[in-house]
């Protein structure tokens, strides 16, 4: 089955701190993969896209990798700061049927 | 200003009363799909359309129906609303062919006693 994990589920850090978000998918076969923002009671704001022939893209502080062999991407968030506390989610376009799949979200706390 | 726009985005109905919820986009996407978000089980897709005339099931289609008859719009439809459709409901859009990202709506909370 054709899945998306985000682990861990919450983080808190102190501002300033890097962050490291981690997002894993049971099948190498993606369109593309997706990574959103989603603040309590709201809609969702896209981050990054990354295209399955691409390696990593960048954005201000955010920078998002993916290696489809292992079914990892990474989101990497510098310097954090408070206004970052939000949910952040991972989403996958599977090639075979153009289906989208969500992470469950990992929530993060950046503590002034 | 490029948008997607769900209506309505707050709704309290009982149970077995059809009911529709309307997305609209003004970005001549080709590819909308409908997810509902739920505690716990995250977001999951209910349904997607790829191009005028063509939809297809996501993973949680049941007690849904869709139709894609112009590109703008998508409705998603309840013909007999239950409880357990009590969730928080969002329309999507996107541009195939060229990788573009997902735009969504604003959501719409529909409540089913």
């Known amino acids: 089955k054709q899945e998306v994990t985000q682990i861990p589920a919450a983080l808190s850090v102190p501002e300033g701190e890097n962050l490291v978000l981690n997002c894993s998918f049971t099948?190498?076969?993606?369109?593309?993969l997706q990574w959103f923002r989603q603040d309590p009671g709201k809609g969702l704001t896209s981050l990054l896209l990354?295209?399955?022939?691409?390696r990593e893209q960048t954005s201000g502080r955010l920078n998002a990798s993916l290696d489809k062999s292992s079914g990892r991407s990474t989101l990497y968030i510098a310097a954090s700061q408070p206004g970052d506390s939000a949910t952040y989610l991972c989403a996958v376009i599977w090639s075979n049927d153009y289906k989208l799949s969500f992470g469950a979200g990992t929530t993060v706390t950046v503590r002034a | 200003e490029a948008q997607v726009t769900q209506n309505p985005r707050y709704l309290i109905t009982v149970t077995g009363k059809k009911l529709t919820v309307t997305c609209s986009q003004n970005m001549n996407h080709e590819y909308m799909s409908w997810y509902r978000q739920d505690p716990g089980l995250g977001l999951r897709q209910i349904y997607y359309s790829m191009n005028v005339e063509v939809t297809d099931k996501g993973d949680v289609p049941e007690g849904y129906k869709v139709s894609r008859k112009e590109k703008r719009n998508f409705p998603l439809i309840l013909e007999s609303p239950s409880p357990n459709q009590t969730s928080l409901y969002f329309c999507?859009?996107?541009?195939?062919?060229?990788?573009?990202?997902?735009?969504f709506g604003d959501g719409t909370r529909l409540s089913i006693l």
């Open positions: 999507a859009s996107s541009q195939t062919g060229d990788n573009q990202p997902q735009h």
């Open positions: 099948d190498s076969a993606i369109y593309n």
């Open positions: 990354i295209q399955s022939s691409q």
